[in-house]
């Protein structure tokens, strides 16, 4: 197993993690819309973020890896590795509940989200 880092700049820690994982998809997914903040900066980082991470994961892989992605965090993540050229398997595991497609219709990029999750393994 390798462990990589990724440092992030606060813009980006904040729009990632505090802005669009914990700020939409965490209370979304829990069915708390009063507690989400659905600012378009925030999906924009994370998306950047995620991008980064593929990046960043792609120069480590071999070409008989499994990549096991964990979580909300990093949904996109999948979804960037393939754009980048990934052919690697790719699990996903979602450790919080998916809810019903009238509550992800609350989050202005729930599209994206549908297609993100297409593209593990």
């Known amino acids: 197993m390798t462990l990589a880092t990724l440092d992030l700049n606060r813009e980006d820690h904040d729009a990632y993690y505090?802005?669009?994982a914990d700020g939409v998809l965490w209370p979304v997914f829990h069915y708390r819309l009063d507690?989400?903040?659905f600012d378009t900066r925030f999906a924009a980082g994370y998306r950047r973020v995620n991008r980064l991470f593929a990046?960043?994961?792609l120069l480590l892989l071999k070409p008989d890896d499994l990549?096991?992605?964990h979580d909300y965090h990093l949904i996109p993540l999948a979804?960037?590795?393939r754009a980048l050229g990934c052919g690697n398997r790719i699990g996903f595991f979602l450790h919080i509940p998916m809810p019903p497609r009238l509550i992800m219709?609350?989050?202005?990029?729930?599209g994206r989200c549908k297609r993100y999750c297409r593209h593990a393994s």
């Open 55 to 57: 990046q960043k994961l």
């Open 105 to 110: 219709a609350a989050i202005p990029e729930q």
């Open 18 to 20: 505090l802005g669009y």
């Open 35 to 37: 507690l989400a903040n």
């Open 79 to 81: 979804a960037e590795l």
């Open 67 to 69: 990549v096991w992605v």
